[in-house]
């Protein structure tokens, strides 16, 4: 009896990473939980996986058909890591790859651009996912849900500029999508919620659902920069301070139905994700 080929999730333990893993095995696909992390993740079979190191990638891709991939975090130029990584993968067998990216990335972008760039010369089946802002920035263990939960504050340098924000469990299931249908999309995917809210209107949201009241301080950019360099490296925080003043300016002020078109079933909101996770026994 043949072993069928399995989907290789790199940062399984992480916020898309982990719902991806969880939806593909329940959905009965064999799947190798990849992170640095030695947190199994049930039903998958783990393997170590760092991208600085080399020699944990062959194992990785024993067996392996496909692959969803997850940038190392916050590095200013993950091509250069991740291209050599993508090429064996291709030499190994792997067929399809979906990568997740960011809707304020571009193909030949900064960043994991050149990686989107580079990804439809490299396999024959590819996505590349560009989602929002993800909803769960707010809830989890991001900057923004800890300065909510620490002091009631969201900082950010976005003014008055809207966000599709986008549910992490609906860009996971457009991945098992892109990773499982017969044809891949062979294209990237700009995935967003159904309304595009300010960083006012979501602490209004979180205030009128758990009863604390939150408020968003406008930062300028120079300040939000200088914020963030403390948590990530300069380079990387020039980027992300750049990012949310391209909010500001209204870059991020679209909705699209691609969850919907994708999975059959509409985006969910922020205020439904946050009342389904304030009334969760772990939350």
Known sequence: MTTAPATLVIGATGTTGSRTAAQLTAG????RAAS???????????????????????????????VY?????????????????????????????????????????PAVGKVHQALPGLFEQWAVLRPSWFMQNFTGTHAHALSIRDEGVIRTATGTGRVGFVDAEDIAAVAVRALTDEQAPDTDLVLTGPEALGHDDIATIITEVTGRRVVHHRLSYEEMRERLTTQVPVEFAAML???????????EDRVTGTVHRLTGRPARTFRSLLERETRSPSS
């Not at 009965?28 to 799947?31: A, D, L, T």
């Not at 030695?38 to 058909?65: I, K, M, N």
């Open 28 to 31: 009965g696909h064999r799947v």
């Open 69 to 109: 991939l997850i940038p190392p975090v916050g590095d200013s130029d993950p091509a250069a890591t991740m291209l050599p990584f993508l090429r064996g993968a291709r030499a190994a067998g792997v067929r399809r790859a979906v990568l997740l990216s960011s809707s304020a990335i571009p193909e030949g972008g």
């Open 36 to 66: 640095r992390r030695a947190t199994p993740v049930d039903g998958t079979e783990h393997v170590p996986f760092d991208w600085y190191d080399p020699a944990t990638h062959a194992a990785a891709l024993d067996g392996v058909d496909r």
């Open 241 to 251: 301070a750049g990012m949310d003043r391209a909010i500001a300016e209204g870059a």
